[in-house]
Every structure is written in C-alpha cells, then in structure tokens.
C-alpha cells in the first residue's frame, strides 16, 4: 500500500473514532441535561446543551486561559533545549530557534495525523541543521523513551498522593464483580500459571522466534537509551528540563481549572490525578486525543463531586484550548518563522 494512502486512511480512521467517541458523550450529555431541565422544571425550548457550553465558554477566566499558552510555551522551551542536548552529545552543534519551531510543528502536525509529528519534528530539524534524517529520528526515540518513564513515574506520584481516591476508583470500576466472579478468577489464574510454566520451560525454543529476537532488541536498546543520559555533558540539567517539561504540562491543566468557576476550587493533589486521567487519554491514537481525553476527564473530575454537565463543559474548555488554539497557533507559527530565520546560506551556530 502507498503510503500516502496508508496516512490518509489512517487519519480517516483515527478522526472518525475521535468524532465518534466525542458524538457518543455529547449525545449522554445532551440526555443527561434534558432530565436535569426536566426535574427543575425548565422548559424544554430553553434547554440546549449548546447554549450551556456556549455560556460556559464565555465565562472562563481569560487570565488563565493566556496563562495556559504560556505554560505551553515554556514545557517546549524545555523540551527543545533537552533534545539540544542529545543532539550536542553526538556531536551536533544546533540552533535553538529550529529545536523549538520543530517541536512546535510536531504538536501541529498531530492534530492532523496522530503519531505524524515526531516525523515531522525529525524532518524539519534534518532539513534546517543538516543533519541526516536517521540521527534526529533516533534522539526523538531516546526523547519519548524519557517521557514514557516520566509519565509512569507521574502515576505512581499521583496513586500515592491520592491513594484514597484512586482506591474508590478500583473499587468502583474494576473490583466491584468480582465476588460474582472469584470461581472465574480462580480457573483464570490456575491456567495463567499454567501459561507462565509453559513459556518457562519452552523458552529454548521461543527465544529462537524472529518476533522474540526483535523485541528484545527493542528492549535492549531502550535500556541504552536510558543509559545514555548519563553520557550527556549535563546529565542533571536534562533531568531538570525533563522536570520542566511535565511541571509546565501540569500548570496547563491547573491554569484551565482555575479558568471555570465550576472547577476552580480543585486543589494541586486532586488537580495532579485528573492530569494523570488526562494524559492517559492523549495516549489513544485520535488527533489531539479528541474524545478519549474528554472521556477520562469527566471519570477524574467525577472523584471530586463535579458533575457530568459541568465536567464535559470543562473538557471542552481544555481540550480546545490546551490542545487545539496553543497547537494550532504555535504550530503555524513555526511554518512561517523557520523558514525566514533559516534563508540565510551561511548562519553562525549557536
């Protein structure tokens, strides 16, 4: 399959899931808010969902919501200078102004075609610094390595913060069948041993799989990525930039809490697991996470007594804030500035 056609179907795919995932909360929602105007004897003409998240867009606090690009602004300014430093420990020499518009282009491109934007992040730093395609590739992979333990580490950070919270959530969601089910459970983990033990004493024969082989290759360079920190020139200021980088990402979401009334009150422990429940949303392949993201965050705010009207009014007032105008803007930015700041033949390195 051409893979001009392989991007465009995935991006058919990818979008239409989004849109379906965010029609099927807006039709709950809509539902929800026809029996709330029901019981409070509003009449029928006068109960729009749109109206409501029409007023809820315009009663945000502006403030806040400049505060929010802002803090965008700074976790890529972090996030180019970490990648700078990769790129200077293989021996490349980069301009800071095509770090932070390469990055700036990757955000914007995933809006368009999910997962796209490290390509494209690889591509335009290739291009400006002439740097071969394959060496800035490979430092994004080490880049999403880092961010990957960073976002385990965020979970285990929040679990242990609000433990209570996330206690209730397991109890509620996942544990709440299980004495119907203990009989399945147990037939579930006898075989489950019976699996482990076969894999145990069979793995001369799997370790000869050409699949196993690649995936322990992929293991094994992911360990040498993480190692390879330490063979940075300043192996504690990646670290810091690393902190920076999920610092500024959590300032968003706090800046877009204190920007609605109904949200405001949330304090920074409850604010760092709804981050948790947001960012895992963003995991799912739809461009710019677009109805999983709204989807995980109505379930964390949810914990803390927000309703679903005001919670899917909240999402909203992020997700197009936070994710869509601040990409959007940054990102076309980018393609304007790059290439005037690049048309020079012969710039100095800095």
Not at 184 to 189: R, V
Not at 227 to 245: E, K
Not at 258 to 275: M, N, Q, R, V
Request: charge should be positive.
């Amino acid at each position: 399959m051409p893979r001009l056609l392989k991007q465009i179907l995935q991006f058919i795919l990818f979008l239409g899931l989004g849109l379906f995932i965010m029609w099927y909360i807006y039709h709950g929602q809509r539902d929800a808010y026809f029996l709330y105007c029901s019981s409070h004897e509003i009449p029928i003409e006068k109960c729009s969902l749109k109206d409501k998240l029409w007023k809820d867009f315009s009663s945000v606090n502006w403030f806040y919501i400049a505060l929010i690009f802002v803090a965008f602004s700074m976790s890529n300014v972090s996030r180019s200078l970490r990648w700078q430093m990769i790129l200077r420990s293989m021996g490349y020499k980069t301009r800071f102004v095509n770090a932070y518009g390469s990055v700036s282009i990757a955000y914007f491109a995933n809006l368009g075609l999910p997962r796209s934007g490290e390509f494209f992040r690889a591509s335009f730093m290739s291009k400006y610094e002439k740097i071969g395609l394959d060496k800035t590739l490979g430092t994004i992979v080490l880049d999403r390595m880092v961010d990957m333990v960073s976002m385990l580490g965020l979970i285990a950070l929040a679990m242990a913060i609000q433990w209570h919270i996330f206690k209730d959530f397991l109890g509620k969601y996942v544990f709440a069948s299980m004495n119907q089910k203990f009989s399945l459970l147990i037939i579930l983990g006898v075989a489950s041993l019976l699996i482990v033990l076969l894999i145990f004493f069979s793995r001369s024969i799997w370790r000869q799989w050409h699949f196993v082989r690649q995936v322990g290759i992929k293991l094994s360079g992911f360990v040498s990525g993480i190692r390879a920190i330490g063979s940075l020139d300043s192996p504690y200021l990646f670290l810091l930039h690393t902190a920076l980088v999920w610092f500024w990402y959590f300032m968003m979401l706090l800046f877009a809490l204190k920007a609605f009334d109904a949200t405001s009150h949330i304090g920074i422990s409850a604010a760092l697991l709804i981050y948790v429940f947001s960012a895992l949303g963003m995991v799912v392949p739809t461009p710019g996470g677009m109805g999983s993201y709204h989807y995980l965050m109505i379930l964390a705010l949810s914990f803390y007594g927000i309703n679903e009207l005001d919670a899917f009014s909240f999402a909203n007032i992020a997700f197009f804030s936070a994710q869509f105008a601040t990409n959007i803007l940054m990102g076309i930015a980018a393609l304007i500035y790059l290439p005037i700041v690049n048309s020079t033949t012969n710039r100095p390195s800095t």
